[in-house]
């Protein structure tokens, strides 16, 4: 997966969700995610280039604007899908450097094969 | 001349491929006592029919010329298949149906009847195959021919690439009286397996299906999609994917998108064509062999 460890990634996702619990434990106060807002639409992610620094919690906020479009992000075993008008919220934490693409695996019109896009993780 | 002695030489600028061998004695005994025969059809797929752009400048001529190679094969098959996207997609309804009713023109001229035909995403996507059904039939269903049953599998109708339940059950409701040697091909537009996810090249519950199929000892699967000869096994279930009729795309994660490969002038059709399947001892063994759209 393009010099990205795969299991590490997906590690990262779940530790992320898990992580999320731990104030309530510990009665502290962990760092807020960096909320990325995006949008879908036929037949393009804006932004569909997103840089992420290894390690950093993201939090991707995407509006579906015009139909259910997918996301679809193969190498975190994650999708979703975009119901219009709604704002999904897909919490990530890349572990290592790499790509990690993601696409609309809803098929939504004359240009669907064009819509996709990727997290560019640096060190 | 033996039709395999002529497969021989057509294969010529083509390639032949052994495909599946899991015959058992079962499987052969079968043969035996049904007295059925060797046989074979050809596949096509992905005409894409009205696509207009760069990858194919020649594509108003294309579809009809692989029809005229398919005419002049040497031994005509039994019948033929076509694995999906007849057409390109398009936003306008009025535009899809236009496009169904040419690509019904052109491909009415092969003379080899019946043939089978099957969606793609660029068919049935947008409308939940209604456009499909109007003009070609329903989107999956079964036949029968020389003891092999074939089963043709809609997974493009539903936007977000599924078999769905529905359909899901009526495949395991047709396997459920089968023989477990019984012969059985599966025909599909994309693959039932996770080939490419980041290219969307999968079935979303591709895998159910081929858990249905799983017990069976003689199932092989042809379908398109990938513009692509290719070839993959689950288990003991083999999966060929052929060419298409408009523009090849790059070998399965070779590249960061499935950009169409370019044009080649100095060579027209290159990556295009079709292919012969041979089926033998009864759908137990099959052999491909690849033709480009036109023969030398």
Not at chain 2, 76 to 99: A, K, M, N, S, Y
Not at chain 2, 173 to 194: C, E, G, M, N, S
Not at chain 2, 271 to 289: C, K, P, Q
């Amino acid at each position: 997966m393009n010099g990205f460890n795969r299991r590490s990634a997906i590690q990262a996702a779940f530790a992320a969700a898990a992580a999320a619990a731990l104030p309530a434990v510990f009665g502290q106060a962990a760092a807020e995610p960096r909320v990325i807002e995006m949008t879908a639409r036929r037949y393009t992610y804006e932004p569909n280039e997103i840089a992420v620094k290894a390690g950093e919690r993201v939090v991707l906020a995407i509006r579906s604007i015009d139909f259910v479009h997918g996301l679809n992000i193969p190498d975190l075993g994650l999708r979703f899908d975009l119901m219009p008008g709604r704002v999904t919220r897909v919490e990530l934490q890349p572990a290592a450097p790499g790509i990690i693409d993601f696409l609309c695996d809803n098929f939504c019109g004359e240009g669907h094969e064009t819509m996709h896009g990727r997290l560019v993780v640096s060190a | 001349m033996l039709r395999r002695d002529l497969l021989a030489l057509a294969a010529l600028g083509g390639g032949a491929v052994f495909a599946s061998g899991l015959a058992g004695c079962a499987t052969r005994a079968a043969a035996a006592a049904g007295g059925t025969k060797d046989f074979y059809f050809v596949q096509l797929s992905d005409a894409h029919w009205g696509y207009q752009g760069p990858a194919n400048p020649d594509a108003a001529v294309t579809l009809r010329k692989a029809v005229a190679t398919v005419n002049a094969l040497e031994v005509p098959p039994d019948f033929i298949v076509f694995t999906g996207d007849l057409t390109h997609t398009t936003d306008d309804p009025v535009e899809r149906r236009r496009r169904m009713v040419e690509f019904k023109s052109i491909v009415a001229g092969l003379a080899v009847k019946p043939v089978h035909f099957m969606p793609g995403e660029h068919d049935a996507s947008l409308d939940h195959g209604a456009a499909f059904k109007e003009n070609f039939g329903e989107t999956f269903y079964t036949f029968d021919h020389k003891g092999v049953h074939f089963i043709a599998i809609d997974n493009v109708s539903d936007p977000g690439a599924r078999i769905g339940a529905q359909q899901l059950a009526w495949l395991q409701a047709d396997l459920a009286p089968r023989d477990k040697a019984a012969p059985i091909v599966v025909l599909t537009h994309r693959p039932l397996f996770d080939l490419v996810p980041k290219w969307d090249w999968a079935t979303r519950d591709g895998a159910q299906a081929v858990a249905l199929l799983m017990p069976y000892a003689n199932v092989t699967v042809f379908y398109g999609h990938i513009h692509q000869e290719h070839h993959a096994m689950t288990g003991h279930i083999a999966h060929h994917s052929a060419r298409s009729l408009i523009f090849p795309l790059p070998a399965p994660g070779s590249q960061p998108d499935r950009t169409p490969l370019p044009w080649d002038a100095a060579a027209p059709y290159k990556g295009l064509g079709f292919r012969e399947v041979d089926a033998e001892d009864v759908g137990s063994r099959y052999t491909i062999n690849e033709f480009p759209v036109v023969r030398a």
